[in-house]
């Protein structure tokens, strides 16, 4: 019986330990206002137009977005550019087809039905070209990690000096917001990165709002749909708990009228 109560108290004290290293480790993520959240909640046209240039500017490089095609940016819900600018967007890319009448493979210009170019061939060449680190695909980035937005807001904005006495490794970075404070991936945001086309001043803040917008729609193409069903949803359910009320009142009148 002694055992067995030392064995439980070390097993709370494991674990009493690691909740207060849990929450030792936690870190209040930024907050900004996300147009799309809330039940009437919409994308902001020129914030995923803008997104999307920073993350073809910036992020294209080292991160792929396999499950987008360039037709998906001229769709209703999404960044909404003109069949006109997404043709141009996706020509200005070059896209491998083939192979030809002579068997080989070549390079031609992307059309609407193609999807996003990857930045690498294959998962090791895109280790080999970033120290052994994989760049994760962004498509739908805001869903696998905690936090959402947030997270990605606040980890494009988290890099600082380490405090005295944390070591990095060689390549290694600090992150305030990354899990373990470690991160191989460089700082790639500094004011005035980018030119916007529409004039809006690219701070870091402003270019890390709009690529998180850009990524929770490629996350949740469907999300303004789904708001409205779910208020149209809202509204028949109102509906058809009023009408039930009020016939539940009326056959219940008669029941009492009866007696």
């Known amino acids: 019986m002694k055992n067995f109560f030392r064995i439980l108290s070390?097993?709370?004290?494991?674990?009493?330990?690691?909740?207060s290293s849990n929450a030792a480790e936690k870190?209040?993520?930024?907050?900004?206002?996300?147009?799309?959240?809330?039940?009437?909640?919409?994308?902001?046209?020129?914030?995923?137009?803008?997104?999307?240039?920073?993350?073809?500017?910036?992020?294209?490089?080292?991160?792929?977005?396999?499950?987008?095609?360039?037709?998906?940016?001229?769709?209703?819900?999404?960044?909404?550019?003109?069949?006109?600018?997404?043709?141009?967007?996706?020509?200005s890319f070059e896209v491998k087809d083939g192979p030809n009448a002579d068997g080989e493979m070549f390079l031609r210009p992307g059309k609407l039905s193609d999807k996003f170019v990857m930045?690498?061939?294959?998962?090791?060449a895109a280790q080999a070209a970033n120290g052994g680190a994989y760049p994760p695909?962004?498509?739908?980035?805001?869903?696998?990690?905690?936090?959402?937005?947030?997270?990605?807001?606040s980890?494009?904005?988290?890099?600082?000096?380490?405090?005295?006495?944390?070591?990095?490794?060689?390549g290694v970075y600090y992150n305030k917001y990354m899990y373990g404070k470690k991160i191989k991936m460089a700082n790639q945001l500094s004011d005035g990165l980018v030119e916007y086309a529409d004039g809006t001043n690219a701070t870091v803040e402003q270019m890390s709002k709009d690529v998180t917008t850009f990524l929770m729609w490629s996350a949740e193409p469907h999300l303004e749909s789904r708001h409205r069903m779910g208020f149209k949803a809202i509204i028949y359910l109102i509906i058809l708990t009023t009408l039930v009320y009020f016939s539940m009142k009326r056959i219940w009148s008669r029941i009492e009228t009866e007696v």
């Open 137 to 153: 695909d962004m498509s739908v980035l805001v869903k696998a990690r905690g936090g959402g937005v947030d997270y990605i807001y």
């Open 119 to 124: 930045p690498y061939e294959n998962v090791k």
């Open 10 to 19: 070390l097993i709370i004290l494991f674990f009493g330990f690691q909740l």
């Open 27 to 91: 870190v209040e993520f930024l907050k900004t206002h996300w147009s799309f959240k809330g039940v009437f909640g919409k994308f902001d046209r020129g914030a995923l137009q803008r997104g999307y240039q920073v993350y073809t500017e910036v992020c294209s490089s080292c991160h792929s977005m396999k499950y987008l095609s360039y037709r998906n940016l001229a769709e209703k819900g999404g960044p909404e550019f003109t069949e006109a600018q997404a043709k141009a967007i996706a020509a």
């Open 155 to 170: 980890l494009l904005q988290g890099y600082e000096d380490p405090p005295a006495g944390f070591t990095l490794e060689e």
